[in-house]
């Protein structure tokens, strides 16, 4: 079966310290978190890198999720590597380290049996391979895309010049200003919304997110866990959820829209639950709907007046 | 009519800078703003001092939206003042200064028509003029109580004595970490209830609250609005909505809390788009449910499952 979503992103081993365990070569990268989530909703491809020290575990990792595997390359050299380490109240995030090793000259190709997939999420990576790997696709339905600060700064041009051809943009509030020159969100929205790319997608982590669809402005606030781990990968396991919700439903509309950032909140909650990417691979439906109907019970208010 | 509600506090001067206004004299403090608001929902009486250089119209303000203020002294001297500034982007305050004046010898004395009241809100002040007030109350049904790292810091023993004797704490992140040592807000809310407190709300500013209702967790998220003008007196507003929504319905089930969390939220969200007391002033409860109506469009997710 050929892939209803197609992300394109890196394939990383992450050495992650928290105040409770450290780890070193975890499966990560934003491709890897966002296709384990976004497999139990819809077929989906990944289109990466990984060196010749990727181990078969891992690959099977992500075959026996039942993720499409044809649009990862293997170079010789070294698997993207990256380093954090939180602090002891899981609040802030230091990079130790990003060793690029074969990211460096990825240079994305999509299998031919992905370029008809009608829902396409370009994770955060150069904007330049993002618009060829747009190039590639055949007029897909969807188009998620998600950028950082550097590629703003760095590459700005071959990104805004990206934002029309997007429909939702994922970003948090210092890439919106950095965007922008708005720190004011809904101010920054509208503004990227002129920009030409219809929904903006306000991450902000422990407090939620904020959909912007045309002139409506959705709250989705994220559950309140009485236990976090290992927050990496929380954003792309997001996407994750939120992407597949809407290839499994083909639907894109509104309310479609506002019940996705609900499930890849919903999913998101379950990797921050767990070191690695553990939390994604143990979701199934059923505790997917426990999750949606626990969150109905945080967020839900009576619908009444005065 | 007497009071159904009764709040203490201070009544002070404002100087607060925003990035668009500045003014001197401007009527606050936390019973001013609580009573403001809590005064559309329910009768409410102060408890509060000032100087006798008060000016006869901001008592006119106060008592024009109908709250009693039989429990208002004057002493001789300067009514409280408080200086503050904004950043450009509303996300920081620096206190400019804080000059006590009448307010370092406030001794709250309550009007006898005011100690039958069965809901009161103790203010941000020393935890024993706090204790002092409950002791002149009788048995009231709901007392909610407000605190800041200062007395947490200053006067621990005083404040943990008086937990006990209140239903509902009202704080932020840094106060809980104070009074608990826990960063995780989950963690914090339960050890506070182990303390004797059974409804810890927990207030994040522009990102809302959370209500930690005996093991039951109620997320309220903030409205997301086009433009904040002066978030000062924002979280005593939202008491007020709160607590002046659960004297109105004679109500302190979970319910009842969660939607009067709502109200004042909604209130709140009138308080942080003018500057000073205007917003809380020009609410009436035809605009307060519109802005219910609006919240509902915000934050209702449709009920749905995979």
Redesign the interface.
Known sequence: MDPRLVVVGSVAYDSVETPTEKADDVLGGSASHFALASQL?APTGVVAVVGDDFHPSDLQRLVARGVDVRGLSTLPGKTFRWGGRYD??L?ERTTLFTDLNVFADFRPELPEAYRDAPYLFLANIDPDLQSAVLDQCHNPKWVGLDTMNFWIRGKRESLVKLLPRVHSLFLNDSEAYDLTGH????RAAHAIQKMGTPVIVLK?GE??S?LFVKD?????????????KDPTGAGDTYAGGMAG?LA?LDDTSP?AL??AA??GTCMSSMCVESFGPDGACAAD?SR??ER??W????????????
């Open positions: 909703l002891e109240h609040k720190r004011d969100v809904t902000k407090h939620g904020i409506q402005v959705y709250v989705v606030p994220a559950l309140v866990l009485p236990k976090v919700t499994r309310d506002r019940f609900v499930v439906l997917l709907n949606l109907e969150y109905e019970r945080q967020v839900r208010h009576p619908s009444r007046r005065l």
